[in-house]
């Protein structure tokens, strides 16, 4: 077990890359192979308090900065992105949002689990023909008795196999749009949840990605997160701070795989590899800046939404650059089973997917851009 940062005197990153050092990068190459994380890694992750960040102390969270999280996410992912991103779906989109949103009830009932690593945290939005329109979404819930039903299906939802909290969004009637929508706070292993499909993904294998039924899955009134019809509310706040997150994660992925063609450049420093190598740097810099001005504004308590979304556009983008650039320097090797080349460019091509395309960073920047009050650019 790592000690947490603060009875250590190190600081987050540090901690996170020397936990990542010793539990995952002699793991990652099986990760990817058997498409799974052992729960012993998922344990230590929780000893060292990972699963704990942000969440409020008096629910057993540890504080720490924007800026921290986003440092701890890049280490893990530089080593293995299939565990930086389980992590950052735990915390950004599901015990985020029941810390931000949920009633000092929920929270005290939800949180020291999650805080714990004893629930592993899931986000239940996109469905089969819902995923950038998230207003679309067709799965159902009524009024009950005791509460409310959910029947419909979700698919692409990560860690939702074995979560023990999903947040999941249902509309009352798709005729009402995004007024319609509410989220629920649905613990895995309720009757009626059931995982109909599991991926076998491209990239971040040992991350998983689930489809789910909802078949009538019975909740009591206080699994209501939020206002009822404020569910894309809660949803697109969730997605934004998961955006600084995912950022974090595909600029580990990106600074993996140039640290991994640096390597193999300076074995043979020939001037096309050279060359690749110094664009490579370029688009890493530009990440990291725009991440760390995401993860600044975040701290400094003020509206994050573009460089969120700037900062996903442009780690994603890079990531997958680099990465594929790198399969280039690397040369026949790269290619095979195993190499690290190949897995992070399977790996960073995923994330220009998650958490809103890149088409849909676009649209989210050119809506800010547009206001009467966007962004100055000198
Ligand atoms: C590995 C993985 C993990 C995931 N984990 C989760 C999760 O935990 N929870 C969850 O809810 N979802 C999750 N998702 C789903 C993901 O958020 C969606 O795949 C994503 O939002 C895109 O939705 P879609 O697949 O339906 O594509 P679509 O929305 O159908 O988009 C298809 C293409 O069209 C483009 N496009 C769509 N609308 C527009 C537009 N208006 N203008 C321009 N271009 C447009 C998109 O950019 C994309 O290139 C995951 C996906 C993957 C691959």
New binding site residues.
Partial sequence: MTSPPEESGAGWRATARAWADREVRPRAVAIDRDDRIPPELIRSLAASQFTAMGLPREHGGVSVSSADLCAVLEELAAASAAVAVTLA?HLSVCAAPVARWGTSDQQARWLPSLARGERIG?????EPG????TAALRTRYDRSTEGFVLQGS?T????AATAGLLVIFATRDPALGSKGISAFLVPGGTPGFSVSQRFD?LG?RG?E?VELRLDGVRLPTNALLGAEGAGLQVALGALEGGRVGIASCALGVARAAFETMREAVRADPIDWKRTLLARAWVELAAARTLVDDAARQRDAGVPFAIPASAAKLVASRAAVSIASAGVDVAGPEGTLAGQPAGRLLRDAR?FP????????QE?ILARRLLEADGPRTA
Avoid: P, Q, Y
């Avoid at 819902?130 to 329109?133: H, R, V």
């Fill in positions: 779906v899931a986000f239940g939005l996109t819902a995923g950038s329109d979700k692409f939802i990560s860690n993904k971040l991350s990605t995923v997917i998650v958490e809103g395309t890149t088409e849909i649209l």
